[in-house]
């Protein structure tokens, strides 16, 4: 018998993990999850964070979420936990997520409208179709991947865009100060890359997603960025920790 450990199967972890969830109390409220980084550093994640309830939001979220207006596209819908609430406040919602089992768990969850896709291609998924809100609440704005993969994923959601509308997410100011972040951000300079360029994937029993680019980065910083490519920084709402949620206003001209 072969007992050399080869590393976790890759696979949808995330959807595995939102079905056990949603499937059982217990696991939902005390289940743990593994944020694994490139460097190998591991974070536990409370499971109960992704179910999170209006009433328990802390109150950035809640700020963002007063924002929204019109029909909304929310990208990484998740298990619904910001497109319920939106249906039932009576706003229009289309979720998106890579995770089939995501895209189930949303569906059981009560979310209407939901596809299963990527990103990165929302144009080719939506268009023609014009929404006013783009939400990328919980940690969404590190989707953004890198400075260059960014600017085709704003210009594609110009594409599925109103004229004034807004993109609302939720991002974190990368950790420059710990030994650990010092180190990380002297590799990236080294090689060319923000500071806050990561890559980490989601593991769960003996699964993990694949690996996946994610771009933490100051607000100010993302502004510069998103100008660039027809998104004006508007409005932030800092936490008392490194996260932040901001409100960006889609431009027709002068980038």
């Known amino acids: 018998m072969n007992t050399e450990y080869t590393g976790p199967r890759i696979g949808d972890a995330m959807g595995l993990l939102l079905r056990d969830a949603n499937a059982s109390e217990a ?13 190998g550093y591991l974070s536990i994640v409370d499971t109960k964070d992704l179910f999170r309830r209006p009433l328990d939001w802390p109150d950035e979220t809640w700020w963002g979420y007063e924002r929204i207006q019109g029909d909304v596209l929310d990208l990484s819908v998740g298990a619904g936990r910001f497109a319920v609430p939106l249906q039932d406040d009576g706003l229009a919602v289309a979720g998106l997520d890579i995770s089939p089992g995501a895209v189930e768990v949303a569906k059981l969850r009560g979310v209407t409208d939901v596809t299963c896709g990527d990103l990165n291609e929302v144009a080719s998924i939506y268009a023609p179709r014009r929404f006013d809100t783009v939400l990328l609440l919980g940690m969404g704005l590190l989707l953004l991947r890198s400075p260059d993969k960014a600017g085709a994923t704003l210009r594609q959601l110009h594409q599925v865009t109103a004229r004034d509308a807004k993109l609302i997410g939720e991002g974190a100011v990368p950790d420059v100060d710990s030994p650990r972040g010092k180190q990380l951000a ?7 890359l923000w500071p806050g360029q990561q890559r980490a994937r989601v593991r769960y029993q003996d699964v993990a997603t694949p690996w996946s680019d994610l771009l933490y980065a100051s607000a100010s910083d993302l502004a510069r960025l998103t100008l660039h490519h027809g998104w004006r920084l508007a409005a932030v709402k800092e936490s008392q920790g490194n996260t932040y949620v901001a409100e960006f206003h889609r431009m027709d001209t002068g980038f």
């Open 27 to 39: 696991t939902r409220a005390k289940g743990k999850h593994v944020r694994e980084f490139y460097d």
């Open 186 to 192: 002297a590799n990236n300079l080294r090689a060319g």
